[in-house]
């Protein structure tokens, strides 16, 4: 019995953890849209087109959409596949950063507040990567949310590995500040050489809370990676000529696939890096 709920206990949870983000990917979706266009993020969804105010069966995540063949119940205007598309990938990153967090992740294994501070930090990544992607715009508001969500986690790991002293945890607080300095540096650089063409505050601010959660090194190797993708990805638009030169490629994406992958894969990037550079 002991045996049997070990193995089918992580298929519910999993199974549990994808529904929960569908569900959370059609509120994140509202969340990247509302705060994007500066409008309130009360009140109730509503078409775009025809302005009529949705109910609660036209936002079902995904059945909706497929039951209503991807259009508006009363005007018939499509709804982009984007919204059901974001809310699967939802889902699928909500179990991939779980099993990611609790199986992989060897410092916080027995820290199950961790885990869930990981989850929220990668909702909030997930807000900025559609607002950026759709508006290019990385919102405040997750900004905000993103750096108490750093601090919370900084906070959390000093006292569970140094206990309760104030010292060590403003220690430990005042050099993770002067990581995020230190990581932002070189993007602050050049957004202020290119006067902001080359570069939105946006990403700044995000590179901040980047070096604040991964540390210096980790954090120049997420900017790192942040780069070679975006080169490439720049690149091939180029050479494909969907992107004109003055076409802007947003940066944010790039900038939260490098934290992802340096908070939940970090070894696996270093030795990854290593084989390449042969060190
Ligand atoms: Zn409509």
């Known amino acids: 019995m002991i045996e049997l709920l ?29 705060l994007s266009k500066r409008k309130t993020i009360l009140g109730r969804s509503m078409c775009d087109s025809c302005k009529h105010v949705l109910s609660w069966n036209d936002l079902i ?28 990938f939802t889902g699928v990153i909500f179990v991939l950063t779980w099993y990611l967090s609790t199986e992989r992740l060897i410092i916080s294994a027995d820290l199950f507040g961790i885990h869930i ?18 508006y290019q715009i990385i919102p405040d508001e997750m900004q905000i949310a993103l750096l108490m969500l750093g601090i919370l986690k900084v906070v959390s790991l000093s006292l569970f590995l140094k206990g ?5 945890l403003s220690q430990d607080l005042g050099m993770h500040i002067l990581y995020g300095v230190g990581v932002m540096s070189p993007l602050l650089l050049v957004f202020l050489i290119t006067k902001g063409r080359g570069m939105g505050f946006g990403d700044v601010k ?28 720049g690149g091939v638009l ?42």
Do not use: W
């Open 206 to 233: 995000l590179a901040f809370v980047m070096g604040l959660i991964l540390g210096l090194l980790s954090g120049f190797l997420a900017l790192y990676i942040s780069f070679v993708v975006g080169g490439m990805v």
């Open 117 to 134: 501070i990981h989850i929220a930090i990668v909702a909030v990544l997930i807000v900025m990567f559609l607002s950026d992607i759709r």
């Open 6 to 34: 070990a193995t089918e206990t992580p298929v519910i949870m999993y199974s549990f953890l994808f529904f929960i983000g569908l569900f959370f990917g059609s509120f994140l979706n509202v969340l990247a849209d509302r």
């Open 238 to 279: 180029l050479l494909t000529k969907k992107g004109k030169r003055k076409t802007k490629i947003a940066f944010g994406p790039f900038l939260i696939l490098g934290l992802y992958l340096m908070m939940f894969i970090e070894e696996d990037i270093i030795l990854f890096v290593s084989r390449i550079y042969g060190f």
């Open 164 to 168: 309760t002293s104030l010292i060590g």
């Open 61 to 88: 995540p995904i059945v909706s959409y497929l039951m209503l063949h991807g259009k508006c119940r009363y005007c018939k205007a499509p709804f982009s596949i984007q919204y059901p598309l974001a809310e699967i």
